[in-house]
């Protein structure tokens, strides 16, 4: 029991650094509301499920061992977020509203828990997170529960923690939408998540 509260309360700490799932989430719900920022959160919680799990039976470790893998992996996710860092950016330039849900560009629950799911899977640095941070919890006399009791805790404090920050951004999201607003906070996500991509190169 220590080793799951010592892993809870590391893995607390760990959630209080932003990272591309926080900010996909704070667009999302500026954008199409707190529904669609908390579909998001549970994309990410998800991503972290898959993570998780592949780390308890040993895969994301054969995926670290792969070069090749885990290139592919780091390549992909790079990609995916200088694709979102870009598409942020140009909207940044154009000056467009951070509106709610338009007939030409609607964000709808699955839409935005794909968001949040991609956001997580094709992070390495979360898979890496899950390989460094397990093991050292995780011992002989652990059980073989214990590694899915830790995976499934996580995923639900990654939950409940996005899900805060896209209840906080809806609020906001009436002085975020404003021309100015939109601007700021397209300009600023957006070379966020480019600059992120750049350094996953």
Not at 109 to 122: E, I, M, Q, V, Y
Request: with cysteine; charged share 10%; hydrophobic share 55%.
């Amino acid at each position: 029991m220590s080793s799951y509260l010592t892993f809870a309360a590391v893995a607390a700490v760990g959630l209080l650094v932003p990272g591309p799932d926080t900010l996909v989430v704070l667009r999302t719900s500026v954008a199409a509301g707190a529904r669609a920022g908390t579909w998001a959160a549970a994309g990410s919680a998800c991503g972290n499920l898959v993570w998780g799990t592949a780390s308890a039976v040993g895969v994301t470790g054969l995926l670290a061992a792969s070069g090749t893998a885990f290139t592919a992996l780091r390549l992909g996710g790079a990609a995916y977020l200088l694709a979102l860092g870009l598409q942020a950016l140009l909207a940044a330039r154009r000056g467009d509203s951070l509106a709610p849900d338009t007939e030409d560009a609607p964000v709808g629950s699955g839409r935005a828990f794909r968001r949040g799911l991609l956001s997580d899977l094709l992070n390495v640095k979360v898979g890496l997170f899950w390989v460094a941070l397990l093991p050292q919890f995780v011992g002989t006399q652990t059980g073989a529960l214990m590694p899915m009791a830790m995976t499934l805790t996580f995923a639900a404090m990654v939950f409940a923690w996005l899900s805060g920050y896209a209840r906080l951004a809806a609020r906001l999201s009436a002085a975020l939408r404003s021309r100015r607003g939109s601007r700021l906070l397209n300009g600023a996500v957006g070379a966020v998540l480019v600059g992120l991509g750049v350094s996953a190169l």
